[in-house]
């Protein structure tokens, strides 16, 4: 049974950093990409950032690009979101992703089958 635990959400002033962690278990982490979607009150769920199941290869939203970095651990099947220089606009539920084994990095939600609980993050102005 695929599981992925969101961790390290929170309350940060803008400018701040958080890091979020994503443990993934019931499946093997390392052939799979994994990614990270989030949702604001109101809006769709948008396409955050990806990466592809070795790391070799990442994609990012042009919203956080240059801000974000999503790196992953196949060590401890667990995948992370650095999030610096956060701005307001930054708040929303954040949710890890996965689908099936040696896929690309994709941006749509649907295309996605297995989603965390979310963790919530709000950035103060």
């Known amino acids: 049974q695929v599981q992925l635990v969101e961790s390290g959400g929170g309350l940060v002033q803008a400018g701040g950093s958080l890091r979020l962690s994503c443990a993934a278990s019931g499946f093997t982490f390392s052939r799979q990409s994994m990614g990270w979607f989030r949702q604001a009150p109101g809006k769709e769920r948008e396409f955050v950032a990806g990466?592809?199941?070795?790391?070799?290869?990442?994609g990012y939203a042009d919203s956080v690009k240059g801000r974000f970095t999503i790196s992953r651990d196949n060590s401890k099947a667990t995948v992370y979101l650095q999030m610096n220089s956060l701005k307001p606009e930054d708040t929303a539920v954040y949710y890890c992703v996965t689908d099936s084994p040696y896929t690309p990095i994709r941006t749509t939600p649907r295309e996605y089958q297995y989603w965390g609980q979310g963790t919530q993050v709000t950035v103060s102005s």
């Open positions: 990466i592809t199941w070795s790391g070799g290869s990442t």
